[in-house]
């Protein structure tokens, strides 16, 4: 039976920013969901899992010894080996593997011009040709349309080994998984259960937490009440020894005065002894305050002042062909999208979805007023992102990381001197949240949700509909779909209708 055992795990990109650990914990047969903010170390953790990455502190533990680790990344661009032997196997496995996931080894000849989901099918199905014992996926399902998705989760429900699946698609989770792990607050905690049972429990902790935080406070408050009292008793207590050294009558008697003067002076001390009681009190209910760290994946609604957009039509293609390298994908395309309207492109992978919103974002006349956001964000855009970022001034560069942050992800972390690390969530959440600032006309959206854990799946999906400007928009989530967008176009056999 296939194990991995975590003993002090830790990883840190510095010494005093640790990005989790160190944990301990044990994992056995069955798929685990792993869930956590963007940025919070979700594909770092599948690299230790896999052993492509040394923790910083401890150790990870695979056995039996020798056992097969398949580990399939997020991203698709690449080719490699194993694809290729896949295509070239003639036995059994490898050909129920292809016909499940749907899969043509002449396709491999052309894998450039293969859409990411076609892709990602082969990057799946020669990892599960391995026959691992320990299958670790980093969002498997991102560019597979309803048909593709649904013939993964055939596949993996035949796998028996241990799995780590990191998904935003709240019913692949639900459906694969039997247990939860969460990367939250630096740490990696195992959850019962699936992932909205999980959810359920660790809510139900952050409420009662929350509750336990305010009675604590309830009890500062109590606390400084009595102290203020304490200090207004000993401040008129004071006053008393004093008035009574200044006011004493030349017919008081010795004994009577001495007696007034010490009265009141133990009435000084006794109040003084309760204001420092009290003090301490205030200083115990402080401390006995639990701390209760701002949530990442809580927070505001994302809003950007808008100017619209002049002309009433923003794309108009009227094109007898186009193509994707030499490769004809669509014919007779007549496509008019208005500034204001909200368009789904639907179709299978490979049917020219991507080529279609590559042709309308080539023939928009203001490429300034527009924002195109790929599948994939190559390196060098997002280094050009954080680029323009930091050479913004002081109050653009607010706007911006206000709407990173109302995404669900700490700004400080766009700032920091090392951004090497930044995750490809992060990386989409700043290029919509630059584009919001900027006021553009049109958003056009190539599966969007890529990359996005689940509270930013719903961030953006209400950035959208309240988005007053142009949206054209490739997706495979409906439910997301049907919220943001109002017409749909079909993609199919070469055609768009």
Not at 153 to 176: E, I, M, N, Y
Not at 250 to 269: F, M, V
Not at 282 to 287: G, L, M
Request: aromatic share 4%; charged share 25%.
């Amino acid at each position: 039976m296939p194990v991995l055992s975590l003993h002090g795990v830790g990883v840190a990109w510095e010494a005093a920013a640790p990005l989790f650990g160190p944990l301990s914990l044990t994992l056995e047969r069955g798929f685990y969901g792993l869930v956590g903010a963007n940025g919070a170390g979700k594909t770092t953790f599948l690299s230790v899992l896999a052993g492509e990455l040394e923790p910083t502190t401890g150790k990870v533990l695979r056995s039996p010894p020798g056992c097969v680790v398949a580990h399939c990344p997020q991203r698709v661009e690449r080719s490699s080996a194993e694809l290729a032997l896949l295509a070239a196997r003639e036995d059994g496995l490898a050909g129920e593997l292809r016909g499940r996931l749907g899969l043509e080894p002449q396709e491999l000849e052309r894998w450039e011009t293969l859409s990411p989901g076609e892709r990602k099918r082969w990057q799946l199905a020669a990892a599960l040709a391995l026959q691992p014992d320990i299958l670790l996926l980093d969002e498997p399902t991102n560019h597979l349309d309803a048909e593709a998705r649904a013939r993964l989760l055939s596949a993996l429900g035949r796998f028996r080994g241990l799995g780590v699946l990191v998904s935003h698609d709240r019913s692949v989770l639900d459906t694969l998984t039997t247990a939860t792990l969460r990367i939250h607050q630096r740490t990696v905690t195992l959850w019962p259960g699936r992932y909205s049972e999980a959810r359920r429990l660790w809510e139900q902790e952050r409420t009662s937490q929350q509750a336990e935080h305010a009675a604590a406070r309830e009890r500062v408050r109590v606390a400084e009440a009595q102290l203020d009292a304490a200090r207004r008793i000993q401040a008129a207590a004071s006053r008393n020894v004093s008035a009574g050294a200044r006011m004493k009558n030349r017919h008081d008697s010795d004994a009577r005065g001495i007696l007034a003067s010490t009265k009141a002076q133990w009435a000084a001390s006794k109040a003084g002894r309760i204001t420092s009681a009290a003090r301490t009190q205030v200083r115990r209910a402080e401390a006995a305050v639990p701390h209760v760290e701002r949530d990442a994946t809580l927070g505001g609604r994302i809003f950007a002042n808008y100017e619209r957009a002049h002309g009433a039509v923003l794309f108009h293609l009227d094109a007898e062909v186009l193509h994707r390298g030499d490769h004809a994908v669509l014919r007779e395309v007549r496509v008019t999208i208005g500034r204001e309207e909200r368009v789904r492109l639907e179709g299978a992978n490979g049917a020219g979805k991507t080529t279609l919103l590559e042709a309308l974002v080539a023939s928009f006349g203001r490429p300034e007023r527009l924002l195109y956001l790929p599948q994939e964000l190559s390196a060098e855009a997002i280094s050009l992102a954080l680029q323009r970022l930091r050479g913004l001034g002081r109050e653009a560069k607010g706007g911006v990381l206000s709407l990173f942050a109302a995404l669900g992800s700490e700004p400080e972390r766009l700032l920091a001197t090392d951004v090497s690390h930044i995750s490809p969530g992060e990386a989409r959440k700043l290029v919509l949240a630059e584009a919001l600032s900027q006021q553009v006309w049109a958003l056009v959206l190539d599966e969007p949700t890529n990359h996005l854990d689940l509270p930013s799946v719903e961030r953006l999906e209400a950035a959208l509909v309240e988005y007053p400007g142009a949206v054209v928009l490739v997706t495979h989530d409906d439910t997301f779909a049907s919220r943001v967008t109002t017409r749909s176009l079909r993609v199919e056999g070469g055609t768009v209708g």
